[in-house]
């Protein structure tokens, strides 16, 4: 009776170690995609910037929020949450837009960086929350890029 629980014991740790690189975890990947100027005003701006979310998982990943903040050096031109829940399929990619609103001021400090390099080198960054089996995780991420003016176009 004790082998026969003993082997028992001993397949099922087989069959868990066997299943468990199914069940691993691996980080998704937050990519910078795109920033698309929305519109100027005196009062400010309105930006789209365009992040790429890729799951490495063999399953589907739930997203609570996504924080984000747009900066030119060490100005904050933007930030915010977003917090529409939203799922990147396994071995897939979601394109998730964000809405920033840009001050006058903020305004200035791109006009100023575009007037004097012709460029706009700037960075987004912020958090990626995942609900989990075991509750919510957060996933830091920060990416450069830089807005050319004669194109309208950005390089990441």
């Given at each position: 009776?004790?082998?026969?629980?003993?082997?028992?014991?001993?397949?099922?740790?087989?069959?868990?170690?066997?299943?468990?690189?199914?069940?691993?975890?691996?980080?998704?990947?937050?990519?910078?995609?795109?920033?698309?100027?929305?519109?100027?005003?005196?009062?400010?701006?309105?930006?789209?910037?365009?992040?790429?979310?890729?799951n490495?998982?063999?399953?589907?990943l739930?997203?609570?929020?996504?924080?984000?903040?747009?900066?030119?050096?060490?100005?904050?031109?933007?930030?915010?949450?977003?917090?529409?829940?939203?799922?990147v399929?396994?071995?897939?990619?979601?394109?998730?837009?964000?809405?920033?609103?840009?001050?006058?001021?903020?305004?200035m400090?791109?006009?100023?960086?575009?007037?004097?390099?012709?460029?706009?080198?700037?960075?987004?960054?912020?958090?990626?929350?995942?609900?989990?089996?075991?509750?919510?995780?957060?996933?830091?991420?920060?990416?450069?890029?830089?807005?050319?003016?004669?194109?309208?176009?950005?390089?990441?």
């Amino acid at each position: 009776m004790i082998k026969k629980i003993f082997v028992m014991l001993i397949a099922v740790s087989f069959m868990g170690c066997a299943s468990a690189p199914k069940l691993v975890y691996q980080e998704p990947v937050v990519r910078f995609n795109d920033l698309r100027v929305q519109g100027i005003g005196l009062n400010g701006g309105a930006i789209d910037v365009v992040l790429n979310v890729y799951n490495p998982n063999k399953y589907n990943l739930d997203a609570v929020k996504l924080s984000y903040r747009l900066l030119i050096d060490s100005t904050v031109l933007g930030e915010g949450i977003y917090d529409d829940r939203f799922s990147v399929p396994n071995g897939d990619s979601t394109i998730v837009h964000l809405p920033v609103n840009i001050s006058a001021a903020g305004l200035m400090a791109a006009g100023r960086q575009l007037l004097g390099r012709g460029s706009i080198d700037y960075k987004v960054a912020g958090t990626l929350t995942i609900d989990t089996p075991l509750g919510e995780y957060s996933i830091p991420y920060s990416r450069t890029g830089r807005f050319n003016n004669l194109t309208g176009s950005s390089n990441y």
